[in-house]
Each structure stands twice: as structure tokens, then as C-alpha cells.
């Protein structure tokens, strides 16, 4: 599996970016996809994720300004991110867990990452 991610950048406080990642090789639909961020000096910390029958989790801090969507057809999930603050700044990286049944072997598939910004 293989994942690609784009669409991060540079905005303004308040202003809003989609970044989405494209996913390649053997997909299955029950597998659940999300994002992740790093900032500097921090650790890579789950920002949103979506399971196959459509629920999703979100961290506190972006409930309500993100967004996560998937669209299975194409192997491919977005992140709508609105509202952004200075402090949603770091790298974004895409990820998909292939669930096995004894959660202790879940796997974790990861994409190159890509960079959010927000400053004025």
C-alpha cells in the first residue's frame, strides 16, 4: 500500500486548506483512514479518522473546523481544515490502519507528509 498526500500549504489565520491522500496497491474497505500531524518538537498525534461504516473521531482541538471525508470508489480521504490557527501549523500525514481482529495487530500504512502552515 502507498499513500500520497497533498494539498497542504501555506494561509492566514481563518482561512481554510483540503488536503487529501491517494491510496494505492491492495485497499480493503474496512480498512479505516485519518490524518496525523507533527509540529515541531512534538510527537505525531492523531488528528481525525474514519471508519469504513462512515464514524469518525476527531481530536479535541479540531472538532468542529475539520473535516474528514472518504471516498472509497477512488482511494482516496480529505481533510477539510476551516478556521485555521497558528497553532494547526506542522506536517500532515496521511494514514491508513488495516484492522485486524485482535486490534494488537492493527497496521499502520503512512504517507510521505505535507506541510500546513498558518501566519499571517
Known amino acids: 500500500v502507498q499513500l500520497q498526500a497533498s494539498g497542504g500549504g501555506l494561509v492566514q489565520p481563518g482561512g481554510s486548506l483540503r488536503l487529501s491522500c491517494a491510496a494505492s496497491?491492495?485497499?480493503?474497505?474496512?480498512?479505516?483512514v485519518g490524518w496525523y500531524r507533527q509540529a515541531p518538537g512534538k510527537e505525531r498525534d492523531l488528528v481525525a479518522r474514519?471508519?469504513?461504516?462512515?464514524?469518525?473521531i476527531y481530536t479535541d482541538s479540531v472538532n468542529g473546523r475539520f473535516s474528514i471525508s472518504r471516498d472509497n470508489a477512488k482511494n482516496t480521504w480529505y481533510l477539510q481544515m476551516n478556521s485555521l490557527k497558528p497553532e494547526d501549523t506542522a506536517v500532515y500525514y496521511c494514514?491508513?490502519?488495516?484492522?485486524?481482529?485482535?486490534?494488537?495487530?492493527?497496521?499502520?500504512?503512512w504517507g510521505q507528509g505535507t506541510q500546513v502552515t498558518v501566519s499571517s
Open positions: 474514519i471508519y469504513s461504516g462512515g464514524s469518525t
Open positions: 496497491g491492495s485497499i480493503f474497505s474496512r480498512d479505516a
Open positions: 494514514n491508513l490502519r488495516r484492522l485486524a481482529l485482535n486490534s494488537k495487530y492493527d497496521y499502520d500504512y
